[in-house]
């Protein structure tokens, strides 16, 4: 059953040759006998997926179906679900339950989706590896001796080995398109603003959006029109008509113009990963596409624009971990303050820290014009060069990440490199725009490539109709690790 | 670049607290990121106005009436120490 894409597994269940209870279980088998060597999953809850499973079945037998109903899904665990522990993948919320349902929780429950765990991912979704998460990295499902990428990895991972069908994550600066790259599965982030941020355990609030994780770009359509929509509790969730993100999928590309960065394609992308891009891009020429050079000329300064927003934001946001409102403390302290200081220095990780205190650096007095000001006028550089590049193409593509996933502890050592790993995917965040990722072809020791498309605002139709198009004519999207039957 | 003391001020001033010991190899990584950011500094941003938000927003206004309930004692289920409907930390006054 694990081998069906979503809209086969909705089919299933429409006409009863399995029920959802059936393939829920299979599931959780599934992930009992593999997810111990991979990692992607902090809590799975049989009883809570059972009763839901068992929910979907009767409402399934009235008739009252959805495509979503009685599916198994997990959700990144930064996600509130009501009566599950939220961790963010950090000590600070080890022991905290969600007293409440995310948007994105409460709508997927509504459509009858059967949650079955919260997945593994960087502590607050801060890393590019999976490596910074307090309940151990995430293994890569198709070489378990390297990262599934992050922050979103347990996600990724638990679509790639098939432990579910399908999966949300958030993506701030690529954690959604990065990981979907290294294993070998679709994923997108939609446009700022089009998923409520409601319950989601904020990291960068301007960056921070939620999406999905499937095994096609159908896939990610079903997801999305369960997940997507205004939310009056989200103050940047943007008030548009309810929209169905699978009706361009049956559209050809004749006459689409493709934007192809040349900033995207030089010395920085590696050879292997290089080959299968440009592979791609053939392959959409060949559907009719009609390939555009475009310019980017600010590129080169997404990432360290970005490494002073998202740390400036994060400082703020994670203030609110003290010890005093939400989960773990420190068991021993002086007095006030030194609670707070303990608590914050026991309770988070390095790579939390290091960015809370870059946050807190760049908005101290004095250097708040310098860095933070700076910073955002820059970005407003980034988001206007890709204005102009949609004049003149409707879609940009290249690589989603410089490289295939690389060995577990390459780069936990050193920020920097981790950073440049979001090369390709941070300047789409900071200028507020849609992004997905969809396996095309297998790199150095055939490891997943991914190719990001990049849409116009609220484009999410036509970026899914590019990857439909392409996973008709390519088979790399169901192609599955061997080794995990 | 950060020098040591800044190190420590800014550790102060994010409530986190850092061993003596590791205070010089916090100030290697931390200046490893500004190395990075660095680049952007040198960007002439003369006129351009700063973008605060990935995308164009106006605050929503909605009617001045009561539209949550009182979820107190739920979520205070989570906080380590409560009595009585509040959070307990230690004296703070003499």
């Not at chain 1, 979503?6 to 006998?33: K, M, N, P, T, Y």
């Not at chain 1, 599950?84 to 950090?90: I, L, N, P, V």
Request: glycine residues 10%; aromatic residues 8%; proline residues 5%.
């Amino acid at each position: 059953m694990h081998d069906r894409p979503l809209a086969a597994l909705a089919a299933g269940l429409a006409a009863r040759e399995f029920s959802s209870e059936e393939l829920v279980r299979h599931q959780l088998d599934r992930i009992a006998r593999l997810d111990g060597g991979l990692n992607a999953f902090i809590t799975v809850d049989e009883e809570k997926a059972l009763a839901a499973a068992r929910a979907a079945d009767e409402r399934l037998a009235r008739g009252e179906g959805g495509p979503l109903t009685g599916i198994p899904i997990a959700h990144k665990d930064l996600f509130c679900a009501k009566g599950w522990k939220t961790t963010c993948g950090s000590k600070i919320l080890s022991n905290w339950v969600a007293p409440y349902d995310a948007h994105v929780v409460e709508r997927l429950a509504g459509e009858g989706a059967v949650l079955v765990g919260k997945t593994n991912m960087d502590e607050f979704a801060m890393g590019s590896s999976n490596e910074s998460s307090f309940y151990g990295p995430v293994k890569n499902p198709w070489d378990r001796t390297r990262v599934p990428g992050g922050s979103s990895g347990g996600s990724a991972a638990a679509v790639a080995a098939r432990l579910v069908p399908a999966a949300t994550g958030t993506d701030t600066g690529g954690s959604i398109r990065q990981p979907a790259s290294l294993c070998g599965v679709s994923g997108i982030r939609p446009t700022y603003g089009a998923v409520s941020r409601y319950g989601m355990v904020a990291f960068a609030s301007s960056l921070d959006q939620g999406g999905a994780f499937g095994e096609s770009a159908e896939d990610l359509a079903l997801m999305l029109n369960a997940m997507a929509g205004f939310d009056p509790r989200d103050s940047t969730s943007v008030e548009r008509p309810g929209e169905d993100y699978r009706r361009d999928l049956a559209k050809p590309l004749a006459g689409l113009r493709v934007g192809l960065p040349r900033e995207y394609f030089t010395a920085d992308l590696a050879p292997d990963v290089a080959a299968c891009v440009t592979g791609a891009i053939d392959e959409l020429k060949r559907l009719g596409a009609v390939p555009v050079e475009i310019s980017l000329p600010n590129q080169h300064l997404a990432v360290p624009v970005y490494y002073v927003i998202a740390p400036a934001e994060a400082s703020s946001n994670l203030s609110r971990f003290d010890g005093v409102r939400y989960g773990f403390r420190a068991a021993e302290y002086a007095d006030l303050n030194d609670l707070y200081r303990k608590t914050r220095a026991q309770g988070f990780g390095a790579e939390v820290k290091r960015r809370i205190l870059v946050g807190a650096y760049v908005l101290s007095h004095g250097y708040y014009d310098a860095y933070y000001l700076q910073a955002q006028k820059v970005r407003r550089l980034i988001a206007r060069d890709f204005t102009e590049a949609f004049e003149a193409c409707d879609v940009i593509a290249g690589p989603a990440a410089p490289t295939v996933a690389f060995p577990l502890g390459e780069k936990s050592n050193d920020p920097v490199q981790m950073y440049l790993e979001d090369l390709y995917t941070i300047s789409v965040n900071l200028a507020g725009l849609p992004g997905l990722s969809v396996p095309c072809g297998f790199g150095a020791h055939g490891l997943p490539v991914g190719l990001q498309v990049i849409g116009n605002y609220f484009d999410e139709a036509r970026m899914l109709q590019v990857a439909h198009r392409y996973q008709l004519a390519t088979d790399w999207h169901r192609r599955r690790p061997g080794n995990l039957r | 670049m950060l020098t040591l003391d800044e190190v420590r001020r800014i550790a102060d001033l994010a409530r986190i607290e850092v061993p003596e010991g590791e205070v010089a190899a916090l100030q290697q990584q931390l200046n490893g990121i500004f190395g990075l950011i660095e680049q952007m500094r040198a960007v002439d941003t003369a006129g351009v106005e700063p973008m605060a938000h990935a995308i164009d927003l106006t605050q929503r206004l909605r009617e001045d009436a009561v539209t949550e309930e009182d979820r107190h004692a739920l979520y205070q289920e989570g906080a380590p120490q409560v009595e009585a409907g509040l959070y307990l930390v230690p004296k703070v006054i003499e």
